[in-house]
């Protein structure tokens, strides 16, 4: 690495730090929980975070349909570089599924493609549901933001075009028939981030003989994060982003905190920002656990960024793979 103009034994970045006792710490580093409701888009959530904050630097981590309402978490800032780390966390739905009833999109937003007689019994219903719990497989609906050579399917949909799709392995945790009022059933679910919630009332629904569409869903959990902080998404804007952030948001620390955290002195942490993997002592951490799958927090406290340990001789080194730009050193390793 070439020596420029700043030291390697100073971070370069004290313009990242938030001013004193601002919330979301370095430039807004923060995790957002929003509440959205039905009727926007996931994106058009993003703008409204974007406009609030007058921060360029957003993402949500995980699609909601426009007539799906509930958790959508928010990454703000720096956040968005680590996004993979939140986005593969189980999901919790509440929704209801209308049987009889077969859509081009799987929900009744879309155009009735037939009607039946919803002639089955409750057991059989149950006794459908418990097979769907487990590994399955499912086909992506075309409604969906899937790419195929470079187009989402559901603008191919909008085109009238439909394409062959693979069925995916996702995993159902568990389905709960909670209550039925025939021919509506409400229902939990928890399942496996990619599982398309509309496809398994549609499969439920060909499994009893009679086809089904989904009603309503609400995402209650994306694990470890639920509700009970969110912000609803349409009260953003007179808010002010102190305010916002204060309610709804979750620092770096508090959303990193559901993985394990190696604290490294002064001489490891400068190594860390210079990208070079500094010699550890894990202790019980894990070894080899994959790029993103262990915290760093340098000698200030601060996170420093995210990386793995590997093995090395009777020891381990901590390599990072994501170095936040405030802990960012420039000189020679």
Not at 45 to 53: D, E, G, M, T, Y
Not at 66 to 80: E, K, N, R, W
Not at 145 to 172: F, N, S, T
Not at 291 to 300: A, E, I, K, N, T
């Amino acid at each position: 690495m070439n020596v420029k103009a700043l030291s390697a034994t100073a971070p370069r970045a004290d313009r990242y730090r938030s001013e004193p006792g601002q919330p979301g710490g370095p430039l807004g580093a923060a995790l957002l929980a929003l509440d959205k409701p039905v009727g926007i888009t996931s994106h058009d959530l993003v703008l409204r975070v974007r406009r609030a904050l007058k921060l360029r630097a957003v993402g949500h981590l995980g699609t909601l349909d426009p007539g799906a309402s509930g958790l959508v978490l928010c990454a703000l800032g720096p956040c968005t570089r680590a996004a993979q780390v939140w986005q593969g966390g189980e999901k919790t739905y509440q929704g209801t599924l209308e049987l009889g009833v077969v859509t081009d999109t799987q929900d009744m937003s879309g155009r009735v493609l037939s009607r039946h007689p919803a002639q089955v019994t409750e057991s059989a219903l149950r006794a459908a549901a418990a097979r769907f719990v487990g590994d399955i497989q499912q086909v992506p609906p075309m409604v969906s933001a899937l790419r195929r050579e470079g187009r989402r399917l559901y603008e191919l949909a909008r085109a009238g075009i439909e394409v062959e799709r693979a069925p995916r392995p996702v995993l159902v945790h568990a389905l709960e028939l909670e209550h039925i009022e025939w021919p509506r059933v409400h229902f939990t679910v928890r399942c496996s981030t990619g599982t398309y919630v509309r496809t398994l009332a549609h499969d439920l629904g060909g499994a009893v003989g009679c086809g089904a569409a989904l009603v309503s869903l609400r995402r209650l959990r994306s694990e470890p994060f639920g509700l009970e902080r969110a912000l609803p998404g349409d009260r953003l804007e007179p808010m002010t982003a102190v305010d916002v952030l204060a309610r709804g948001g979750y620092t770096l620390p508090e959303a990193l905190a559901h993985l394990p955290t190696l604290d490294l002195d002064a001489a490891q942490s400068v190594e860390v920002g210079l990208g070079a993997a500094a010699r550890v002592e894990p202790g019980a951490l894990p070894l080899s656990s994959g790029p993103l799958s262990v915290v760093l927090r340098g000698s200030d406290g601060w996170v420093a960024g995210l990386g793995e340990l590997v093995p090395d001789g009777e020891g381990a080194r901590a390599r990072p793979h994501l170095v936040f730009p405030w802990a960012v050193r420039e000189g020679r390793t």
